[in-house]
């Protein structure tokens, strides 16, 4: 069976840090693009990031650019998100996911869901004081 798990959710401080893990098992995802998603209490679920199999293209919601790092080890087969910087708004259910058709750019499909095959069941990130 083929999943993702996430890990590394808690409850962090405004301004404060936390890094999240996903791992996977029943097969390698080196070769797939790896993506973050998010759905806060009454939202739907949206993009975050995405890393491309290689590492050569990234993709940053504008609401975390320049807050929030997303890297992988293809050695290891995990991926990262490292959140700094947090808001409140940032609490949400943040969802692993891996695709191996995503495309890049302009006119690319990394931001939307509905192109990845695998979804990890998600780790819980409260920001609050």
């Known amino acids: 069976q083929v999943q993702l798990a996430e890990s590394g959710g808690g409850l962090v401080q405004p301004g404060g840090s936390v890094r999240l893990s996903c791992a996977p098992s029943?097969?390698?995802?080196?070769?797939?693009?790896m993506a973050w998603f998010r759905q806060a209490p009454g939202k739907e679920r949206e993009f975050v990031a995405v890393?491309?199999?290689?590492?050569?293209?990234?993709d940053y919601a504008e609401s975390v650019k320049g807050r929030f790092t997303i890297s992988r080890d293809n050695t290891k087969d995990t991926v990262h998100l490292q959140m700094t910087r947090l808001h409140p708004e940032d609490t949400a259910i943040y969802y692993c996911?891996?695709?191996?058709?995503?495309?890049?750019?302009?006119?690319?499909?990394?931001?939307?869901?509905?192109?990845?095959?695998?979804w990890g069941q998600g780790t819980q990130v409260t920001v609050a004081s």
């Open positions: 890393m491309s199999y290689s590492g050569s293209s990234t």
């Open positions: 029943g097969r390698t995802f080196s070769s797939y693009a």
């Open positions: 996911a891996a695709g191996d058709h995503i495309v890049f750019g302009a006119y690319g499909t990394d931001r939307q869901e509905d192109e990845y095959d695998y």
